[in-house]
């Protein structure tokens, strides 16, 4: 098969790089090898690792050309004569309905966001709390209007958001799928004021640190509360089409998702271990918002190790973010 060929060349002792090293696109051939994965896989480990390492290049602001042989190549002109191809950007955004390792295609439409920043982490001076200011400093910076919940209450420790779903809440959730409009008087406050801005925002950035390769458990619980029966999404009928997970959306103004996580693990392995967090958001809740909607990923892998140089080199990366949606 193709990629057992490529993996066997990857692995040749006179490639001169450490199939063990995390930070090297081999590494990741050497981990589907040694465990046997499929050819699907193999594609999904390996696109997710060039998607990080190879799409930097792309960026304007850190490459003007790239050398190809004895020529010097400008990207940009290349990516623009690639989505000129009919169908190309169609089939690259298909691609990233399927799965989230595949990058969406640049944004057409330039206008200036209503974005929602969701933040999970109970310290407000961790590396994630930094990773947040710094997306909204520069959404604002890039003209899009940022709206913030901190689901640890770092405004204020006294709202602290709750995740566990109460008895009653549960008992509601069924009579909220069976009438919305039920919403005002059963619904919880906080709930209900998380639902306002999911039905206002265009775009959902999502940052919170990988833990046991999942979601903190408030991030999980801002889902389990806030996505709603009746209100957010309802079963397929007649009347309304069904998305691929037999639902149909009703915050069809989210046209963009934004995941930011940190991990303790190096990518190779987290990838492997299915990254639960991530798939859950582009699979699963992906299925509440806009049919057409993109999924975009960037992920710092190895946190507890990395240097001080390479946390601020992510930082830089997050401030670019904003200025692609």
């Given amino acids: 098969m193709l990629f057992s060929s490529v993996f066997d060349f990857m692995n040749r002792q006179d490639v001169g790089i450490n199939p063990f090293n995390s930070a090297s696109p081999f590494s990741i051939a050497f981990v589907v090898k040694r465990y046997h ?19 930097p290049l792309y960026s304007s602001q850190q490459i003007q050309t790239v050398p190809v042989g004895s020529r010097s190549i400008n990207p940009l002109a290349a990516m623009s004569f690639l989505y000129s191809i009919p169908g190309a950007r169609l089939l690259q955004t298909k691609l990233n309905h399927l799965s989230s390792y595949v990058p969406p295609p640049p944004m057409e439409n330039t206008d200036p966001r209503r974005i929602l920043l969701v933040h999970s982490h109970p310290n407000p001076d961790s590396f994630s709390a930094a990773i947040a200011d710094t997306f909204q400093e520069s959404a ?25 779903m109460s008895r009653k809440e549960r008992e509601d959730y069924f009579k909220l799928m069976q009438d919305g409009s039920k919403a005002g008087s059963l619904l919880a406050p906080e709930v209900k004021g998380h639902i306002e801005l999911l039905q206002w925002c265009d775009t959902l950035v999502l940052v919170y640190p ?37 639902l149909a959306p009703k915050l069809g103004n989210i ?31 992906r299925h509440s918002v806009c049919p057409n909607a993109s999924v975009s990923w960037l992920g710092l892998y190895g946190v507890d190790t990395i240097s001080r140089e390479g946390r601020t080199h992510f930082l830089k990366s997050v401030a670019k973010l904003p200025k692609d949606l």
């Avoid at 709206?147 to 640890?152: A, E, G, M, P, V």
């Avoid at 903190?216 to 209100?231: E, M, N």
């Fill in 255 to 285: 046209e963009h998702i934004v995941g930011v996580s940190t991990y303790g693990a190096s990518q190779a392995i987290v990838t492997l271990a299915g990254d639960n967090g991530r798939r859950m958001i582009s699979n699963a809740i």
């Fill in 140 to 164: 604002v910076e890039a003209g899009h209007e940022v709206k913030r919940i901190s689901l640890y209450g770092h405004d204020n420790p006294n709202k602290c958001y709750r995740p566990n």
């Fill in 210 to 246: 990988t833990w046991w390769m999942n979601t903190p458990a408030s991030l999980k619980g801002f889902f389990d509360r806030t996505l709603v029966g009746g209100i957010t999404w309802e079963f397929p009928s007649a009347t309304n089409g069904a998305a691929s997970l037999g």
């Fill in 37 to 55: 994965c499929d050819d699907v896989c193999s594609f999904l480990l390996f696109k997710s690792l060039l998607t990080s390492q190879v799409a």
